[in-house]
């Protein structure tokens, strides 16, 4: 299984929507930005807290026309867990 350090998956942010690991911005905000015409660098230049290896994660999947939805089940799978301390998705052991 694929590890996604770009992405977290937890019910207590963004009410369990896909965020950018260790920040509050969604996936589906990126995916939003570059639908409208936005490159990544003005993205990252945008939010700044988002590196540019998170961003090209995420844009990967962008590029394979996965939907946020798809997103999230791969990286809340039932062989995913949490964490304690990191809020990264992590294969389970």
């Given at each position: 299984?694929?590890?996604?350090?770009?992405?977290?998956?937890?019910?207590?942010?963004?009410?369990?929507?896909?965020?950018?690991s260790?920040?509050?911005?969604?996936?589906?905000?990126?995916?939003?930005?570059?639908?409208?015409?936005?490159?990544?660098?003005?993205?990252?230049?945008?939010?700044?807290?988002?590196?540019?290896?998170?961003?090209?994660?995420?844009?990967?999947?962008?590029?394979?026309?996965?939907?946020?939805?798809?997103?999230?089940?791969?990286?809340?799978?039932?062989?995913?867990?949490?964490?304690?301390?990191?809020?990264?998705?992590?294969?389970?052991?």
């Amino acid at each position: 299984m694929r590890n996604f350090t770009a992405i977290t998956v937890h019910p207590e942010i963004q009410d369990g929507a896909p965020v950018f690991s260790g920040t509050r911005i969604r996936i589906e905000t990126f995916y939003d930005f570059l639908r409208i015409g936005v490159s990544v660098n003005d993205f990252l230049d945008e939010f700044p807290s988002i590196t540019r290896d998170q961003a090209l994660e995420v844009y990967e999947l962008v590029m394979r026309q996965y939907t946020i939805d798809q997103i999230k089940a791969l990286v809340d799978g039932p062989q995913t867990r949490l964490e304690t301390g990191v809020n990264r998705m992590q294969a389970a052991a």
